[in-house]
């Protein structure tokens, strides 16, 4: 019914930087929110930020003041910036959109299939 679709991970040094997108597709009437988790290996997903349908932000501790959430135009697609890149911020990162879908079916909590963000010299 929903569809995620992420891009933009990959392999960086420290201190580097990467833009994630993710672009929702499918029988959706409106966004309550949208957001980024990742799972490093032999670890838990984690939540990283999430945005509202009215632009209100949260973001984890451990990432504040270096990554960034925002929404397209178009309010289907979210962004995460990410700079000052930590070797501890390796882990496959995952979009997450909570959303109403169309025709009275109610809310739906989607995953993308997640991207690779490794951090290494």
């Known amino acids: 019914q929903v569809q995620l679709v992420e891009s933009g991970g990959g392999l960086v040094q420290p201190g580097g930087s990467l833009r994630l997108s993710c672009t929702a597709s499918?029988?959706?009437?409106?966004?309550?929110?949208m957001g980024w988790y990742r799972q490093a290996p032999g670890k838990q997903r984690e939540l990283v930020a999430t945005?509202?349908?009215?632009?209100?932000?949260n973001y984890r501790d451990s990432v504040k003041g270096r990554f960034t959430i925002s929404r397209g135009n178009a309010k289907n697609t979210v962004y995460l910036q990410i700079n000052s890149l930590y070797p501890e911020d390796t882990a496959v990162y995952y979009c997450?959109?909570?959303?109403?879908?169309?025709?009275?079916?109610?809310?739906?909590?989607?995953w993308g299939q997640g991207t690779q963000v490794t951090v290494s010299s």
């Open positions: 499918g029988s959706i009437f409106s966004f309550n929110s």
């Open positions: 997450n959109a909570h959303v109403t879908l169309t025709r009275g079916r109610g809310e739906y909590d989607c």
């Open positions: 945005i509202t349908n009215d632009d209100r932000t």
